[in-house]
C-alpha cells in the first residue's frame, strides 16, 4: 500500500486552528489544534486518548493507524506527562492491591505506531512537538508486526473495512492487551447510507465485541466520529 484512503482526501485549511491558544492551555493544544486533517480524527478523541493514558498509568501503548499523527501526538504527551509524573495525598491512597510506592514513581513508557503508509506530517509533527523518545514508527500493516510484550491500551484506527477492523482486534486484543487494560476502537460513525443510516463497519465489530460481553465499555460521542472505550476483563 502506497498511499492510504485517508492521503488522497482533500486537505481543507482550518485557519482557526492555526492561531495561538491563550498561553493558559498552551504548546500542547497548539499542536493538536493544529495537526486536526481531514482523514484524521478529531479533537474529542485527542483529548480522551491523552487523559485515558494519563489517568490509568498505561505506558505500554499500540496504536495502529497514525495517519498524520494526531493521536500519536496526543498519545506521546500522555507518555511524556507520566514521565514527568505528580504527587497525590496519602490519604488517596488506599486500594490494598496496589503498591503505591512502585505505582506513583514516573515511568518513561513507549508508544508503538503501526502504519504502512507513513506521512511525513506525522515525523515533521512528533519531531516539532519533541516527543520522538516516546515513539517508534513501525511503517507495515497491524498484520505484519507481532510483538513480544502485552500492552496497557490498544489504540485501534487503522484498516476500516468490517475484516480489518476485525482482524485487529481478534489479532491484537487476546493477545497483546493485558487483562484490565484499556482498548478504543475509532469511528463508530460513518459511511451514511442515503437514507442516513449509519453503516460504519467499525459499529459492526463493536456490536459484535459487546454482544460477546466479555469486555465494560462506554461509547464516546463526539458529534463526529466518536470512538468506544473498552476495558477487557
Ligand atoms: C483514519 S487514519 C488514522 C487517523 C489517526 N489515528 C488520527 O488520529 O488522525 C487510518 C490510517 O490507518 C492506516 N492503515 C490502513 N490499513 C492499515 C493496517 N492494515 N495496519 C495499520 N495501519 C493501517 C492508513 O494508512 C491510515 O494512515
Known amino acids: 500500500m502506497n498511499q492510504s484512503p485517508e492521503q488522497l482526501m482533500e486537505t481543507e485549511y482550518l485557519a482557526d486552528n492555526h492561531e495561538k491558544i491563550d498561553s493558559y492551555f ?14 484524521g ?7 480522551t486518548l491523552f487523559s485515558l493514558v494519563v489517568s490509568t498509568k498505561s505506558t505500554r501503548i499500540l496504536e495502529i493507524g497514525r495517519f498524520k499523527g494526531f493521536s500519536t501526538l ?6 511524556k ?17 496496589i503498591n503505591y510506592s512502585e505505582f506513583d514513581k514516573p515511568i518513561k513508557g513507549k508508544l508503538y505506531s503501526i502504519d504502512p503508509c507513513p506521512t511525513v506530517e506525522s515525523q515533521n509533527l512528533i519531531t516539532l512537538a519533541k516527543l520522538e523518545e516516546y515513539v517508534e514508527f513501525i511503517n507495515a500493516r497491524s ?6 510484550e502485552e500492552f496497557d491500551f490498544i489504540f485501534i484506527d487503522g484498516d476500516h473495512s468490517y475484516a480489518g477492523c476485525k482482524a485487529d482486534v481478534l489479532n491484537y486484543i487476546p493477545w497483546y ?15 451514511y447510507t442515503p437514507d442516513r443510516q449509519n453503516n460504519s463497519p467499525v459499529k459492526m465489530v463493536i ?14 460521542d463526539t458529534g463526529y466520529m ?4 473498552f476495558r477487557k476483563w
Open 41 to 47: 480524527s478529531e479533537l474529542g478523541l485527542g483529548m
Open 177 to 191: 492487551l493485558r487483562s484490565g487494560g484499556y482498548f478504543v476502537l475509532h469511528d463508530y460513525y460513518g459511511w
Open 26 to 39: 498552551g504548546t500542547f493544544f497548539d499542536f493538536m489544534r493544529s495537526s486536526l486533517a481531514s482523514g
Open 74 to 79: 496526543c498519545l506521546a504527551n500522555a507518555l
Open 226 to 229: 466518536s470512538f468506544v472505550v
Open 143 to 148: 498484520d505484519e508486526v507481532t510483538f513480544q
Open 81 to 97: 506527562f507520566l514521565s514527568i509524573g505528580w504527587q497525590e495525598p496519602q490519604q488517596h491512597k488506599q486500594r490494598p492491591e
Open 207 to 220: 456490536d459484535e465485541i459487546i454482544e460477546e460481553g466479555l469486555c465494560e465499555q462506554i461509547l464516546i
